[in-house]
């Protein structure tokens, strides 16, 4: 997005041809649509299938000791996500495929020997290891039904370039990020990440239980910083630094032959007010986490098909994921998403519709309450109290910084249930959000969500 952003406002700005066609001709160039036939159907937009690979070619030895980049690389995609780019340039859907992810490939030719090998089944990550680019574009076209109408392959080192010519990226952690194996150690708070650091933090798989999962929501919340970094900087507009940031990412990445000049200064004219807001993340849902794939060694991750074609239709329709939602005040950040939280409205007064007031005000929040409030056996109540069973606390504590003033009580063996007691003192529902805006009900945060506030 940052790359084909830059090439464009590069060109805006005055900039000669003569520089274009020198950054276009500095591309690496793939033919990944080589004789492919029996493709999906062109949908509205453009798609660009974005894979980061594990090479380490040009990594110099002081930045594979710094970085932790030792090991033999597996020739494989360490990361893959789909970029779709609406028709109307308004908006960019990004949809993460776990790396794990259970695939069958189609039929296809040997890159290395020229024979035909049937389609079988694999790890999504292996299809680039056996049949390169090509195989992997097919190979994703057939589990999500979408056509991929570009490709574009970064590795470590122009991760690296990329993030260091935009003069580094400013990330945002609640918790302590640590990772021996990648060696990431970054406290709770704001933090600007060179290029090197920035590759340990999208990198890190073990942060914590969450594992691949947890590293493609960092790498969907890296991918919304650089797009604020780049937007907000002034690079995009300031003709000579734009030329070294066009030309040292351009310069690094493999692409198709059809990602060129004129297609990207035509993006870019039309996407000059691209904003963080104007993104939108999610990743592919789970059916099954450890699914043994017959030939497969180890486990995979088998998608949910129902909840995956869902997400594909609205790319090939150019729907948004998730609906708009006009900008609200400023939420109080809570441990739990509202969406996880279920609740009981009572009505603790002799106040008429109390309680159904109480029961809208969270559920436009977000909480799942049961839609139907009724009268508490107690009705002079005077405090607003939260009840909830002590094994719920947390989400006891997010629901009762949406009621303002809230008593908190614990009370044993009421079960995952939350009840609220309105009282003579409520005023008004606070919207809250989870600290991890992942934590919502339908996985898709927008970019402006995740970046720094």
């Known amino acids: 997005m940052v790359t084909t952003l830059s090439v464009a406002v590069l060109a805006a700005a005055g900039v000669g041809h003569s520089v274009l066609t020198g950054i276009d001709e500095g591309i690496t160039r793939v033919d990944p649509f080589r004789d492919m036939k029996n493709r999906p159907h062109a949908g509205h937009g453009t798609n660009v299938l974005v894979v980061g690979t594990d090479a380490r070619d040009r990594i110099t030895p002081e930045e594979r000791r710094k970085y932790r980049l030792g090991g033999q690389p597996c020739h494989c995609t360490d990361t893959m996500m789909v970029v779709h780019i609406s028709e109307d340039r308004d908006r960019a859907s990004v949809v993460s495929l776990p790396r794990d992810s259970f695939a069958v490939t189609p039929q296809y030719t040997d890159p290395d020997t020229g024979a035909e090998r049937p389609g079988h089944p694999v790890r999504l990550n292996a299809a680039y290891a056996e049949g390169g680019p090509q195989l992997t574009v097919r190979t994703v076209e057939k589990m999500t039904d979408l056509k991929i109408d570009h490709y574009l392959e970064v590795d470590f080192t122009s991760f690296i370039r990329t993030v260091d010519v935009l003069g580094g990226v400013r990330i945002c952690t609640v918790e302590p990020l640590k990772d021996s194996h990648t060696g990431l150690d970054l406290r709770a708070g704001q933090h600007r990440l060179d290029g090197g650091r920035a590759l340990q933090y999208v990198r890190a798989r073990h942060v914590d239980a969450a594992s691949d999962f947890g590293r493609m929501q960092r790498q969907q919340r890296f991918l919304a910083a650089l797009i604020e970094q780049a937007t907000s900087s002034g690079v995009l507009l300031n003709p000579v630094k734009l030329k070294n940031v066009a030309g040292t990412v351009l310069g690094s990445v493999r692409a198709d032959h059809g990602f060129g000049t004129g297609q990207m200064m035509d993006l870019g004219r039309a996407m000059r007010n691209f904003s963080p807001s104007s993104s939108e993340f999610t990743t592919v849902p789970i059916a099954q986490m450890k699914y043994r794939a017959p030939g497969v060694a180890g486990e995979t991750l088998k998608w949910d098909d129902a909840k995956a074609r869902q997400i594909f239709a609205a790319l090939r329709e150019d729907r948004p994921l998730a609906p708009h939602v006009a900008k609200r005040p400023k939420a109080v950040r809570v441990p739990v998403a509202p969406e996880r939280i279920r609740v009981q409205v009572e009505n603790g007064t ?17 909480f799942v309450t049961t839609g139907s409030p009724v009268n508490a056996a107690n009705r002079a109540v005077r405090r607003t109290v939260v009840l909830h069973d002590p094994r719920w606390d947390r989400s006891a504590k997010s629901l009762a910084a949406a009621l303002p003033g809230a008593e ?3 009370r044993p063996g009421l079960g995952p249930t939350l009840r609220v ?28 969500q995740v970046v720094c506030e």
Do not use: S
Request: charged share 35%; aromatic share 4%.
């Open 408 to 410: 908190v009580r614990a």
């Open 421 to 448: 007691l309105a009282g003579a003192d409520f005023t008004e529902v606070r919207r809250v959000r989870a600290e991890d805006p992942y934590q919502g009900e339908d996985g898709v945060v927008t970019g402006d």
């Open 350 to 366: 002799m106040t008429p519709e109390l309680g159904r007031r109480v029961d809208k005000g969270l559920a436009a929040t977000g």
